[in-house]
């Protein structure tokens, strides 16, 4: 199994992981204005490619990364531009809290995996309603970023639940199934892009009256 070190330099060195995070990141800025967002959460920002391209530029006055690994915050806060309202929080993130091992999947690019194999790693977990809470944030102007490696589906629902959905939520897909499965849950709140035959999932950006499907090729997008 590679070092987590490893997996982190393939990752910002990776051609294709950096051309995806430019895509994704200008598809995050565009959303975010018309959804008028004024704060960016970030739930796994893992070595910060994402987040570099989603502050450059943007109308976001806050930022808040979280990831379960410090190497991962320090790693993106080297990448912010110096002064930038940023905040940093080295937490997991779950739906409901466990007493288990948190672990760092070794054969993926998140450093997320609640409860998968991978690297152990000693964190603090923060139930996904009570540490929104404790940010004080103004849920109808937050663009929330979640990508926890399989707790996805399950931290919609958690908001769903609680009445907490912000103005613009963008996860991670894998399949159609899971597709779906965040439509049922959160259908009635954002406005949903058709499927396409073929389509390579790899996230789904929400909002009230627009949203956006982006796939595994950074050349595949579309609202």
Known sequence: MDTLEALQSREENNPKVILRSRMEGAVIRDLAAFAKGTTYVDLGCWVGLLAQQVLQGSGFRRAVMVDAVASCLKKTAAKLAPGANVEYHEVAIVADAERRTF?????????????QEGM?????QREICAFLRSLDLEMATTYLKVD?????????ARLA??????????????????????????????AFPPKRPGHAFYSVALSKERSVLIGFDPDVAYA
């Open 103 to 115: 672990r760092v999947p070794g054969y993926d690019t998140s450093c997320a995996g609640f409860g």
């Open 120 to 124: 152990p790693v000693a964190v603090t």
């Open 148 to 156: 926890l490696e399989g707790l996805d589906l399950r931290i919609a």
């Open 161 to 190: 639940q609680e009445g907490m959905l912000p103005a613009a939520l963008h996860v991670e897909l894998a399949t159609m199934a899971e597709y779906d499965a965040l439509q049922a849950l959160v259908g009635g709140h954002y």
